[in-house]
């Protein structure tokens, strides 16, 4: 089955082409192949069901307590049941798909996506059969954008085969399952474009299998499914001017979500491992005067104070090249994969500091709270130090070339550089008194600060040395 794919070019290549006996021959290889997609799709389909979900909605009118001239758009939706003044409620109806992950006494766990079902006063699931039950929401998780349903029933339902989506290779076959634009049990057929996709479009947290499989609305939740009829990834959203399928759909791959599974059932909610460092994808030549050359790994622009990092001994400007043993590629993966530890846990890390320097901490990793992206204030130093390169020297009119130093960039509010008064633009030369000519010089010499620091800073001509902060 791994050459399957250029086994059915050639068999039509054959039929085209060939003899009455060397047709038949490779009539019976396409055959096979044609067998393999009916046996996948009689094994999955009765896994996978319909999503039906209502969603209670405000809306404000503009008109105050006058009637609303637009109550028509609403239809049957509109309701006015508790709502006050200018305030109305309508409710609004969606489709997406999901597959049986779990089955537990009369419980079934469906697995679909949140942007499905995440905010939904009512859901309903139908199966293979045209058969309907009303369902509940068990957990749901925005970040990685899945949720778990669940519905009840006496009846013996197959429960979906999950795969392992770290063996996943590009160019292997895969089929698509869901109710694209609501037309329930449909399947589509292609093959895995590309794994890994991690853009800024799309969420840090996961790292996306990208298919050529037909994929349209009503397929978010539905499962991507290898030839050995194994789940390998959750269908979740599509790259298209359109709107419709043209060959750029995206899993999550189903490995990134199997734990998601128990924590859900457990807490109702997915706990992420938290770090607390503020991440930062960095240019070659930022890496260059960081000194750590083309060297993989993710630098820690900033560092939460009392987080876990902190509390280790991780400081801002340390590139961190290793987790637990295994190489970073990127901050999108680091990422992830300090999400997926659990708190409590010890992970090692392994940093370079001043470009050259080696260190490894031990990290007591913490959970991740809700609100830390509003606590910026608490991020040390609070700003992001980059390279005073020519071409900044000449936006800034820097003219003076003994002027050397980083330059202050995303001074964050409430935090110790917007103590300091540090704005963006300014050239720090010197720390604790120590002068410094690039990015490396600059954090080794922050990073030897202990109980305060102070700055030299350049601005408008002129040399001032800023206020003492203790910490």
Sequence with gaps: MKNIKKIFVLAMLALMVGTTAFAQSALSIVEAL????????????PSVVEV?????????????????????????????????????????????????????????????????????????????????????????????????????????LPVAKLGDSDKVKVGDICLAFGA???????????????????????????????TDAAINQGNSGGPLVNIYGEVIGINTWIASSSGGSVGLGF???????????????????ITYGWLGVSLLEVTDEFKQELGVGKQSGAFAAEVFMDSPAYKAGIKPGDYIVALNGKTVS???????????????????????????????????????AKDVDSQNNKLWPGFIATPLTDDVRTQLKIDNKKVNGVVVASVES???????????????TAVNGKAVKNLAEFYQELANATKSINFDVYSNGGTVTTGTYKF
């Design 34 to 45: 044609q067998t393999t997609f009916r046996s996948v799709s009689d094994t999955v389909l």
């Design 52 to 156: 039906d979900i209502t969603q209670t909605k405000t809306y404000t009118n503009p008109l105050g307590n006058m009637t609303n001239p637009f109550e028509w758009f609403f239809g049957n939706g509109g309701s006015s049941d508790g709502s006050s003044g200018n305030t109305r409620e309508y409710q609004t109806s969606g489709l997406g798909s999901g597959v049986i992950v779990r089955k537990t006494g009369n419980t079934y766990y469906v697995l679909t996506n949140n942007h499905v079902a995440g905010d939904a006063t009512k859901i309903s699931v139908k199966l293979y059969d045209d058969r309907t039950f009303e369902a509940k929401l068990v957990g749901t998780d925005d970040r990685i954008d899945i949720a778990l349903i669940s519905f009840e029933t006496k009846d013996n």
């Design 251 to 269: 899993a999550i791959p189903i490995n990134n979500v199997k734990n998601a599974i128990d924590a859900f059932i457990k807490d109702g909610k």
């Design 414 to 428: 409430k935090s110790p550089a917007a103590s300091l008064r540090l704005q963006e633009g300014d050239v720090i």
């Design 180 to 210: 694209p634009l609501g037309y329930s049990q449909s399947v589509t057929q292609g093959i895995v474009s590309a794994t890994g996709r991690s853009e800024s479009s799309m969420s840090s947290i996961s790292d996306y299998i990208q």
């Design 330 to 368: 990127n901050v999108n993966q680091l990422v992830r994969d300090v999400g997926y530890l659990e708190a409590g846990t010890t992970a090692t890390f392994k940093v370079l500091r001043g470009g050259t320097k080696t260190y490894e901490f031990k990290v007591k990793i913490e959970a991740r």
